[in-house]
């Protein structure tokens, strides 16, 4: 046994065949006897059988990796473990007896634009224009469902910012992991027992800006840091991040919700236009019913507001009937950065 092996069997214990399987993508217990597997985009249902202490002493083990902590007045946990993955704990009373456990593995955190088209993730034609689009230094919202790849994607479009430039990750548990020189990564700090020294997503991201970034990426948008990240992006600062929604479009108005999140003299009035010159290109990613993971869209932020709404136009949209995609009417954003892709898309 080798001594990766041996410190995984440390580490995840019972759950350690589990971690070391590569085709497992997430390990989670709902309760001591009902432990699941997704392989492929799909659950499985294991034969593993544990006890309770067996399930409390694994996830104490895991959380003295990350200084993280849970007890009765923080009953849930995000922490990220040594090889990456991320854990999420709920305990009694949140859940009704069972602590709840997820362990959700990053396998591709080190694959590229090229290998994901390779992966028929999308097309080389696709992967090609958000390789560009990064170099240009166009704005990119990554969006979809749980598990769709949002993380995936983000880490391919960060690894392919040019080498030369600061980047800065935001995140609420450390993720991402850019293929390049000069990153600088950040996560978010609960509060303590006393309910002091609580870091949060805004707080780093205004941090951020005092660090000389050349790009800021943001893990996951999820409430009012959505505002900074706006304001972040509209002042010129090249920038990234993923949203829960279920299309491109729905990405851009829940974009206009969190913001409002904020304070009550934040408005819609404001927010649509921030949003319209801020955001340029949208990467709208799906999981389908076989496990089959893909870009299903990416839109364009034309910079245009109609009725308190920016417009967004698809540049690429996938037809399951067909299975192939089709080309939209939308154009590139900031076409002097790139005006030969963009002529040579508007041939095809």
């Given at each position: 046994?080798?001594?990766?092996?041996?410190?995984?069997?440390?580490?995840?214990?019972?759950?350690?065949?589990?971690?070391?399987?590569?085709?497992?993508?997430?390990?989670?217990?709902?309760?001591?006897?009902?432990?699941?597997?997704?392989?492929?985009?799909?659950?499985?249902?294991?034969?593993?059988?544990?006890?309770?202490?067996?399930?409390?002493?694994?996830?104490?083990?895991?959380?003295?990796?990350?200084?993280?902590?849970?007890?009765?007045?923080?009953?849930?946990?995000?922490?990220?473990?040594?090889?990456?993955?991320?854990?999420?704990?709920?305990?009694?009373?949140?859940?009704?007896?069972?602590?709840?456990?997820?362990?959700?593995?990053?396998?591709?955190?080190?694959?590229?634009?090229?290998?994901?088209?390779?992966?028929?993730?999308?097309?080389?034609?696709?992967?090609?224009?958000?390789?560009?689009?990064?170099?240009?230094?166009?704005?990119?919202?990554?969006?979809?469902?749980?598990?769709?790849?949002?993380?995936?994607?983000?880490?391919?479009?960060?690894?392919?910012?040019?080498?030369?430039?600061?980047?800065?990750?935001?995140?609420?548990?450390?993720?991402?992991?850019?293929?390049?020189?000069?990153?600088?990564?950040?996560?978010?700090?609960?509060?303590?027992?006393?309910?002091?020294?609580?870091?949060?997503?805004?707080?780093?991201?205004?941090?951020?800006?005092?660090?000389?970034?050349?790009?800021?990426?943001?893990?996951?948008?999820?409430?009012?840091?959505?505002?900074?990240?706006?304001?972040?992006?509209?002042?010129?600062?090249?920038?990234?991040?993923?949203?829960?929604?279920?299309?491109?479009?729905?990405?851009?108005?829940?974009?206009?919700?969190?913001?409002?999140?904020?304070?009550?003299?934040?408005?819609?009035?404001?927010?649509?236009?921030?949003?319209?010159?801020?955001?340029?290109?949208?990467?709208?990613?799906?999981?389908?019913?076989?496990?089959?993971?893909?870009?299903s869209e990416i839109a364009v932020v034309t910079g245009r507001v109609e009725n308190l709404n920016p417009e967004v136009d698809s540049l690429y949209t996938w037809?399951?009937?067909?299975?192939?995609?089709?080309?939209?009417?939308?154009?590139?954003?900031?076409?002097?950065?790139?005006?030969?892709?963009?002529?040579?898309?508007?041939?095809?």
């Open positions: 046994m080798s001594e990766t092996e041996i410190d995984a069997t440390n580490v995840f214990g019972p759950l350690a065949a589990f971690i070391a399987d590569p085709t497992i993508e997430e390990v989670w217990i709902n309760s001591p006897e009902r432990i699941f597997v997704a392989r492929g985009g799909r659950s499985e249902l294991t034969m593993l059988l544990l006890t309770a202490e067996q399930v409390r002493n694994l996830v104490e083990r895991l959380l003295l990796w990350s200084g993280r902590r849970l007890d009765l007045s923080v009953p849930f946990v995000d922490a990220r473990l040594p090889d990456g993955s991320r854990l999420h704990v709920a305990i009694p009373e949140i859940t009704p007896q069972h602590w709840a456990v997820n362990i959700r593995k990053h396998l591709l955190q080190k694959i590229s634009l090229t290998q994901l088209a390779e992966r028929d993730v999308m097309t080389i034609e696709m992967a090609d224009l958000l390789r560009r689009s990064v170099s240009a230094g166009i704005n990119i919202l990554v969006s979809g469902g749980t598990q769709a790849g949002k993380t995936t994607m983000l880490n391919a479009l960060v690894s392919a910012i040019p080498v030369a430039e600061r980047v800065i990750t935001i995140e609420e548990v450390f993720e991402l992991a850019p293929q390049l020189p000069d990153v600088i990564a950040m996560q978010t700090r609960s509060a303590n027992l006393q309910g002091e020294g609580e870091i949060s997503l805004r707080r780093l991201i205004k941090e951020s800006l005092r660090m000389r970034p050349s790009r800021i990426v943001v893990g996951e948008v999820r409430e009012s840091e959505a505002l900074d990240l706006l304001i972040a992006l509209n002042s010129g600062l090249p920038g990234m991040g993923t949203l829960h929604a279920n299309s491109a479009r729905d990405a851009i108005a829940k974009l206009q919700i969190l913001p409002l999140l904020a304070g009550e003299n934040i408005s819609h009035r404001f927010i649509a236009p921030t949003i319209a010159s801020s955001i340029d290109l949208i990467v709208h990613v799906t999981l389908d019913r076989n496990g089959v993971r893909r870009v037809n399951s009937k067909t299975g192939s995609y089709v080309r939209g009417l939308g154009s590139l954003p900031h076409p002097e950065k790139f005006a030969d892709l963009d002529s040579e898309l508007r041939k095809r």
